[in-house]
């Protein structure tokens, strides 16, 4: 008997129980489908906060208070700011960006809109922080010394308070106050917890007198002359502050590239652990293969002894068989990886999955060696009956 009729044999096999071999076609391409997904999912989120932080410009350090309700000689101040503007100590500091931050809500002509994050900063923050304006202007240094009242919105801020109505030189309430906007961030990608373009951005004299008061800042933005400097200022600015706070206690130093990397490490964690989980699911659906081949032998106990006795080796009857359960699961993972690319145009939990493609080729050769290793155990019960017994099989 040649492979062709061997293969013939096996597809016939399958399709007398179409309702059987579909079931358990389904339990692989659930499995080879989830782990797919589970690994885009994983990898878009990697994908989605790393764009977040790279956008934010891996030149940059974010000094913040270590401590809440510390004394007052060691909270951030803007004479804090000011001293790390220093080319003498810190000669690789290109841009020093104060920054204080409160949740606010505008109102524009009866519709109100609360955004999470008010910023009042300093012009330089636009580009320390690689954050650019869309429509409009940012404000100037001058606006900022003379505490005008000036705001940037975020994209979305936009859309909520004014629709289609352009929103430059319009004028919104913050606080009591009026803001003019002069300007509408370009579009950010989120991370799906949370819309990076639900903002606004206004001088920080201006945010200070209406929204924060004149306490302590919440964090300073310090940017290198290139991405290579970014130790060099870390060290330059920790020599300063440990001058002016007198312990490295009392702050911390977010560094955008060791936070890059870190991200890196525990996105491939998290992705790993997703891909594992749905690992299980292809584990089962290989069970499911050998549960149904056992009971697929059992049934053809007759048909196999009499082929048997009319010649057929062992090893045909064992390839027939094994043929069987490979094409389960080949069938179902090319399903599965179908599915998958499909599941994978949709946003799942905000997130927008990446497809790796070796994931797909690890999903796909993981499905067929579980059709050859839970196929096996069918396939050689199969090659080891002895015809007279399957013959008087009832």
Do not use: C
Request: charged residues 15%.
């Amino acid at each position: 008997m040649t492979f062709y009729e061997v293969v013939r044999f096996a597809l016939r096999g399958l399709s007398a129980n179409k309702l059987r071999s579909s079931l358990t076609m389904l339990g692989i391409l659930i499995g080879v489908a989830a782990v797919i997904l589970l690994v885009a999912v994983g990898n878009g989120s990697a994908k989605a906060i790393s764009d977040r932080i790279e956008a934010l410009g891996t030149n940059t350090i974010t000094v913040m208070s270590a401590g809440r309700g510390g004394s007052t000689n060691t909270a951030l101040t803007l004479q804090t700011s000011d001293a790390l503007v220093d080319p003498v100590q810190a000669p690789d500091v290109r841009s020093v960006s104060p920054v204080v931050s409160s949740s606010a809500t505008l109102t524009f002509d009866g519709a109100d809109h609360e955004v999470g994050s008010f910023i009042g900063t300093t012009p330089t923050w636009f580009t320390a922080s690689n954050t650019l304006v869309g429509q409009g202007s940012a404000f100037s240094a001058d606006d900022e010394v003379q505490g005008r009242r000036v705001v940037v919105l975020g994209s979305t801020a936009a859309e909520e308070l004014f629709g289609v109505t352009n929103p430059i030189d319009q004028q919104v309430t913050v606080g009591g106050a009026l803001f003019t906007v002069i300007g509408v961030l370009k579009e950010k990608s989120s991370t799906g917890l949370q819309d990076a373009n639900d903002t606004a951005v206004a001088p920080i004299t201006a945010v200070r007198q209406v929204l924060t008061g004149y306490g302590p800042i919440n964090s300073i933005l310090v940017e290198a002359v290139s991405p290579a400097k970014v130790d060099s200022v870390q060290s330059q600015v920790s020599a300063i502050l440990n001058q002016r706070l007198g312990a490295a206690t009392s702050y911390r130093i977010q560094n955008a590239s060791q936070l890059l990397e870190t991200q890196t490490e525990t996105a491939d964690t998290f992705t790993t652990l997703l891909g594992a989980v749905a690992a299980i699911s292809l584990l089962v659906g290989g069970i499911g293969i050998t549960n149904i081949m056992l009971v697929t032998v059992t049934e053809r106990t007759r048909e196999i002894g009499i082929r048997k006795a009319l010649g057929a080796p062992r090893r045909t009857i064992l390839t027939q068989f094994l043929i069987e359960a490979t094409l389960l699961s080949v069938i179902g993972g090319a399903l599965g990886v179908a599915a998958a690319l499909v599941g994978s145009s949709f946003e799942i939990v905000g997130v927008k999955p990446v497809i790796v493609p070796s994931s797909v080729a690890l999903a796909l050769g993981v499905s067929i060696a579980i059709g050859l290793f839970f196929g096996g155990l069918p396939a050689a019960r199969a090659a080891r009956l002895r015809p007279i017994d399957a013959l008087r099989y009832e």
